[in-house]
T-cell receptor, first 116, second 113 residues
Framework: GAVVSQHPSWVICKSGTSVKIECRSLDFQATTMFWYRQFPKKSLMLMATSNEGSKATYEQGVEKDKFLINHASLTLSTLTVTSAHPEDSSFYIC????????????FGPGTRLLVL | AQSVTQLDSHVSVSEGTPVLLRCNYSSSYSPSLFWYVQHPNKGLQLLLKYTSAATLVKGINGFEAEFKKSETSFHLTKPSAHMSDAAEYFCVVSEGNFNKFYFGSGTKLNVKP
């Protein structure tokens, strides 16, 4: 069965609105969550790393005020794309991690965002 | 610093013939290496992983990969391609216990009947 869930799987929104994407770790407590972004026909790019109860660490070039990450519990992390624009259209994927345990490297099914 | 290079953006083979998807990496430390497959409009699926044990790693669906430190390579192979193997394949490197993954640019495998 699924180890990671993301909701919604698809979202279409108007430019200027904010979109929240939820990532749930179903089988274990995720002390760390990675958020990735995949552009069409491109590879995955790590956006940020969040640890439960603390602020996220963003990769270079990723706007922290635009991509708000909250990791309030060990089973839930959210990514909010604020004031979305068409260039934010992408496939967003989360990966919950039990720190230091590579075997728990599961990727979420992804959320496809289309901003009109 | 770590990086992954997938030398071929597209590979096309005939069904029943061998598959070779190339991957080279650079890493400051002993890396962990993975191959993931992504079918159209689907999530990532782990094919296999190398984490400093046996250098020849067997994965799902008949795929295997060999870690060659001297060549800094981790090429993915399969003896006989199947139509269902058509997908995008990503080589991934990870270092240390922090589990950050760095993805290669991907190789799209096309399997001809």
């Amino acid at each position: 069965g699924a180890v990671v869930s993301q909701h919604p799987s698809w979202v279409i929104c108007k430019s200027g609105t904010s979109v929240k994407i939820e990532c749930r770790s179903l089988d274990f407590q995720a002390t760390t969550m990675f958020w990735y972004r995949q552009f069409p026909k491109k590879s995955l790019m790590l956006m940020a790393t969040s640890n439960e109860g603390s602020k996220a660490t963003y990769e270079q070039g990723v706007e922290k005020d635009k991509f708000l990450i909250n990791h309030a519990s060990l089973t839930l992390s959210t990514l909010t794309v604020t004031s979305a624009h068409p260039e934010d259209s992408s496939f967003y994927i989360c990966t919950p991690i039990l720190a230091g345990v590579l075997e728990t490297q599961y990727f979420g099914p992804g959320t496809r965002l289309l901003v009109l | 610093a770590q990086s992954v290079t997938q030398l071929d953006s597209h590979v096309s083979v005939s069904e029943g013939t061998p598959v070779l998807l190339r991957c080279n990496y650079s890493s400051s430390y002993s890396p962990s290496l993975f191959w993931y497959v992504q079918h159209p409009n689907k999530g990532l699926q782990l094919l296999l992983k190398y984490t400093s044990a046996a250098t020849l790693v067997k994965g799902i669906n008949g795929f295997e990969a060999e870690f060659k430190k001297s060549e800094t390579s981790f090429h993915l192979t399969k003896p006989s391609a199947h139509m269902s193997d058509a997908a995008e394949y990503f080589c991934v490197v990870s270092e240390g216990n922090f589990n950050k993954f760095y993805f290669g640019s991907g190789t799209k495998l096309n399997v001809k009947p």
